[in-house]
């Protein structure tokens, strides 16, 4: 059997690529109708919510390609298996751009509680639709919402997936144990490192209708990239299309690409690069026992 490290103890540090001494990646979330549709059904008759979420495929996405090819990076696309129906002719040029395109559930579905059968054929039908419209089976997964539920890493596991990138207890990924000695890379992201807390909002749907400005979200993510890259980690962008494809958020996103390339020894890559070195270092799997609340008085 193999080795197993306690979760509740620290992970190990990351040894990176020859050269480099953090790493970084830009990573998308292509919601578009499906985060709404699984909010609230009645919202596809309301054409403000549905052009509101429309607006990352058929605006956002370009400008952020287009944005990438001036930079030379490669970005990793989370996709949810609706939305490349919808918009196959988006996912392909993505694809061609040669970005990673990995799962982000059917229809953006709440994953809180959701049964191991009713979560499995979700994630099936996501993997179909992809493998359907843009050929690719996917190596990463990430969950609406980062909710994963304790049997969410043996699907991944069953159905071949290499990394997740879901859960938030540490800056640097490891190895998450699953059942039978086997394992998945888990690539922690963060709320705080997501554009959705800063921009969201729709009437009686999302958000408070505080909509903050991009050069506050590029001061707070340059302050954690900076120190990121002084300790060695990992940094994990969370992007929506329908958010940061707008022109003065791009402009911001662009700014915190070049101090990005600024800081020397950073590698920008895909979540799969990564995860695909993290499986070299030999790392300890690690697991995460549930708390259990002990019964007397707790003063």
């Known amino acids: 059997m193999t080795e197993l490290v306690d979760a509740t103890a620290p992970a190990e540090p990351i040894r990176w690529p020859d050269g480099y001494r953090a790493a970084a990646a830009l990573t998308f979330d292509l919601d578009a109708e499906a985060v709404m549709l699984t909010a609230d059904a009645t919202s596809a008759d309301r054409l403000m919510v549905m052009t509101h979420q429309a607006y990352g495929p058929l605006t956002g996405v370009p400008r952020l390609l287009a944005l990438l090819r001036r930079h030379g990076l490669r970005a990793t696309f989370f996709v949810p ?13 993505i694809a061609e751009d040669g970005h990673e395109i990995a799962h982000h559930s059917y229809l953006h579905e709440s994953t809180r509680g959701m049964s191991r059968a009713t979560e499995a054929a979700m994630i099936d039908r996501g993997l179909d639709a992809l493998d359907r419209v843009a050929g690719v089976r996917p190596v990463g997964y990430r969950a609406p919402m980062w909710e994963m539920n304790r049997h969410t890493p043996e ?22 144990a699953g059942p039978e000695s086997r394992d998945i890379v888990e690539i922690p992201p963060h709320w705080a490192l997501d554009d959705w807390e800063q921009y969201a909002y729709l009437p009686e749907l999302i958000g408070s209708g505080l909509i903050e ?27 929506h299309p329908f958010l940061s494809g707008r022109p003065g958020r791009v402009r911001a996103l662009e700014r915190l ?16 690069e990564i995860a695909a070195h993290a499986r070299t270092l030999g790392l300890t799997p690690r697991h995460f026992p549930r708390p259990e609340i002990s019964e007397g008085n707790h003063d």
């Open 81 to 93: 298996g609706f939305t490349a129906e919808r918009y196959p002719t988006v996912i392909k040029a």
């Open 155 to 176: 699907l991944l596991i069953e159905r071949g997936f290499e990394y997740d990138s879901s859960l938030m207890d540490c800056d640097v990924p490891y190895l998450l």
């Open 213 to 239: 400005s991009p050069a506050k979200a590029l001061e707070m993510w340059s302050w954690e990239l900076e120190a990121m890259h002084a300790e060695g980690l990992c940094f994990v962008l969370t992007s």
């Open 257 to 272: 690409i070049e101090l990005m390339a600024s800081l020397g020894g950073m590698w920008i890559t895909t979540l799969a």
